[in-house]
């Protein structure tokens, strides 16, 4: 409801009866377009309370109001501003259709970033959806979790936590992940290593804004994950793309750069690159691991899925290695638990992290420190860690159904390598079927997918998408693969 007592001015020792003054503040408002036409208006009790005044006297302006023809009376529903709203008589100047102040454009210049490809799903529209590499949110633990959080809200301690958190994020959280983190990814590290973030990206960001400056050059993968992309430019930084194949990185580009001169960054995805989902290899990771000591440049390791690994052991991450202190590894709750689980985490000396942290409270004051302890809890009582386990599996199923599926019913169409790890496939549709026709014709059957301009760029039209499998349970998959099939032309 508006504020009608501050939008109406009342004046009790002016000439013109109070009644007049509220119907004019009502026409006022109505012709400006602050209440629209068949919008309730308070009953003139609760109106005479919002504006102090008798309430006959509210009964009087209503009754100017209906006699003008600016509102009208419907039973059991009350008062009604107009559909019909009446001329103004007389009128001593022309008549103007006043602009409400955000109808146009802003009054005052302010920076532009590239536009976000067209990621839209709508829930009418699209019945089913073949997503970027997430997991499915029905065998997440929502239940359990909920639970935790509904204890802590209950306890004194919880509603503590509610009100004040540390900047870093839950302590309890932090404690639960230096064990895990030490015990799947043989990291060395304490809880003043570890910030908690609002997601990957989040941290992400952060990373760079300490980073980067104007004109600072990073080093990504070619094709790379584009909200990274997005993110460094914002900072006004120059891309120089790797090239990426089989074997990830081509690390021998970065050394030859880094010859000429030391880049300002270099984010890398050495397990599971996004999109194409290679790893790095072994020989190329200790190189890069050489090249990281020798030369001392920053680096962001985005290891966004590393729980999710099907052929033989994981690599560990660059992180755990000797980098001396250079090396920023990020990572995410979000993927290994669902989608709305937005928490991430950033790894780093702690320094760096100080300073991230003030630079955090000017973003997010402070996180979902219930979230962060409830998760806390789950991690202790070894819920994570039995989840994740029963995921892998899973999610190794879905992959080998899906591979076979596209080899049975689009072999000539789609090619991929069979991914290691993750969550999604790298598909590479052949070029004599534009992926963006085969989309919007997917679309039209109730089937979201990527149309490709992710990674389209110059002449760098890979015709691929990432096809997200782990959200998608058997019977989906097949009506998946079938709706693409159809949707080739």
């Known amino acids: 409801m508006l504020p ?32 629209k036409p068949g919008a309730s208006l308070p009953g003139s009790r609760q109106m005479a309370l919002l504006l ?14 209906f006699t003008q023809d600016w509102i009208t009376t419907i039973p059991r529903k009350g008062v009604i501003v107009a559909e019909n709203l009446p001329e103004i008589k007389p009128r001593s100047f022309k008549a103007t259709t006043p602009i409400p102040p955000y109808a146009g454009n802003t009054g005052f210049t302010f920076q532009s970033f590239p536009a976000m490809p067209a990621t839209t799903i709508k829930p009418g529209k699209h019945r089913l959806v073949i997503n970027d590499g997430f997991p499915d949110i029905r065998i997440a633990p929502m239940e359990l979790l909920l639970r935790e959080y509904r204890r802590l809200v209950q306890q004194p301690a919880g509603k503590r936590a509610a009100s004040f958190t540390n900047l870093a994020g839950s302590l309890s959280l932090r404690e639960e992940l230096v064990t895990f983190l030490s015990a799947t990814r043989g990291l060395n590290i304490g809880v003043k290593n570890i910030l908690i973030s609002r997601g990957a990206q989040m941290a992400i960001n952060m990373a760079a804004r300490l980073v980067l400056k104007p004109g600072a050059v990073v080093l990504v993968g070619e094709p790379n994950y584009f909200l990274a992309d997005m993110a460094f430019q914002s900072f006004g930084a120059k891309l120089v793309r790797i090239p990426v194949d089989e074997n990830g990185m081509d ?11 030391k880049p300002d960054l270099l984010y890398i995805i050495p397990h599971h690159h996004h999109p194409t989902t290679v790893t790095l290899s072994a020989n190329r990771r200790m190189k890069l691991l050489e090249l990281i000591r020798k030369y001392k440049f920053p680096v962001i390791e985005d290891d966004y899925d590393y729980d999710f690994h099907y052929a033989g052991g994981p690599i560990l991450p660059l992180a755990s290695a000797d980098h001396g202190g250079n090396v920023i590894y990020i990572g995410s709750l979000t993927k290994s638990l669902a989608a709305t689980i937005r928490i991430g985490y950033m790894i780093a000396p702690e320094n760096f992290i100080r300073e991230a942290l003030h630079l955090r409270i000017t973003i997010d004051i402070r996180g979902d420190s219930l979230m962060e302890e409830a998760l806390a809890a789950l991690f202790a009582q070894g819920d994570v860690q ?25 072999e000539g169409v789609i090619s991929f390598h069979l991914p290691a790890g993750g969550m999604a496939l790298w598909a ?32 760098n039209n890979y015709n ?26």
């Open 52 to 65: 102090q005044v008798h309430r006959k006297t509210v009964i009087a302006a209503y009754d100017e109001l």
């Open 4 to 35: 009608f007592q501050t939008l109406i001015s009342i004046n009790k020792s002016a000439a013109t009866p109070v009644y007049q003054q509220i119907a004019n503040g009502f026409i006022v408002l109505i012709r400006d377009g602050l209440i």
């Open 464 to 489: 691929a998408f990432r096809f997200g499998f782990a959200a998608l349970n058997p019977k989906e998959m097949e009506e998946v693969v079938q709706l693409i099939k159809n949707s080739i032309e």
């Open 428 to 459: 590479q549709v052949n070029k004599q079927y534009p992926l963006p026709a085969i989309a919007a014709r997917a679309a039209a059957k109730g089937l979201f997918m990527s149309d490709g301009s992710t990674y389209s760029r110059g002449s």
């Open 386 to 410: 039995r989840h994740l386990k029963k995921s892998v599996k899973l999610y190794h199923e879905r992959r080998d159904m899906l591979a076979a599926l596209l080899q049975r019913e689009l």
């Open 251 to 261: 690390v021998d580009a970065i050394e030859k750069i880094c010859k000429q001169k």
